[in-house]
């Protein structure tokens, strides 16, 4: 099976500060790094944990693909995309994006560009579990136009 | 025999998530599927549900070689 070495989905907690750290290391040409971290929302008591599914081998590879299409289309010298899967409590990071380019724009709408994917369109199935029971949750309407202002 | 993965609610819905299925195409798996459990069938055809075969997309009708894996794909929620 094919590794994506920039992209990591993790049943487990990750740091997201060693994270940065470790994606700024040794870079004397890079000039601008941006990062992006999504935390889990209690949505005010509403979910008690997150619940997110991934098929391995299947969700990095599209990640993958899109990820390579942003390192082109912006120029980026390099990304890092780390994503929780399964029960995520409230408050825990879920998602990380790094973006390394010569210079800040294209860092920065990167990461705002990857972001947009992987919250509309990267094959995720994700469950709210509260105290009024279990849902599954789909894109809003506002995941899908942040998505398309990049159409 | 296909290895069969359900996802999100499709899961929920069949009570199982991992099963091996004795068939040689989409259709017939479909058929199969259908026998044990017309509910889940009628879902598996939903709209918005896609199928992946050995972890690619695929629309319509497939051969399903013996080990074959064949996932069922509901709308994706992203990240």
Request: net charge negative; with cysteine.
């Amino acid at each position: 099976m094919t590794t994506f070495p920039s992209i990591s989905l993790t049943a487990h907690a990750f740091e997201p500060g060693t994270l940065l750290t470790t994606f700024c290391a040794g870079r004397d040409e890079t000039g601008a790094v941006a990062s992006f971290v999504g935390l889990a929302r209690a949505e005010r008591g509403r979910a008690t944990t997150l619940e997110l599914e991934a098929y391995p081998g299947f969700t990095d590879a599209a990640i993958a693909e899109f990820a390579e299409e942003a390192k082109a289309r912006f120029a980026l010298q390099d990304y890092r995309i780390v994503h929780r899967v399964g029960r995520v409590a409230p408050g825990e990071a879920i998602v990380f994006v790094a973006t390394a380019a010569a210079h800040r724009r294209a860092a920065f709408e990167a990461c705002d560009f990857l972001m947009d994917y992987l919250k509309s369109r990267a094959p995720f199935w994700k469950k709210e579990h509260g105290p009024d029971g279990d849902r599954w949750i789909e894109p809003t309407a506002r995941d899908r136009t942040d998505a398309e202002r990049w159409d | 025999m296909a290895r069969v993965l359900l996802f999100g609610r499709l899961a929920d819905q069949a009570g199982w998530r991992d099963r091996t299925v004795e068939a040689a195409s989409l259709a017939a798996l479909r058929d199969a599927l259908a026998a044990a459990d017309p509910d889940l069938a009628e879902a598996l055809s939903g709209p918005g549900v896609q199928v992946a075969v050995d972890k690619a997309l695929v629309r319509g009708e497939a051969p399903l070689a013996a080990g074959t894996e064949v996932a069922f794909l509901p709308p994706m929620s992203g990240g």
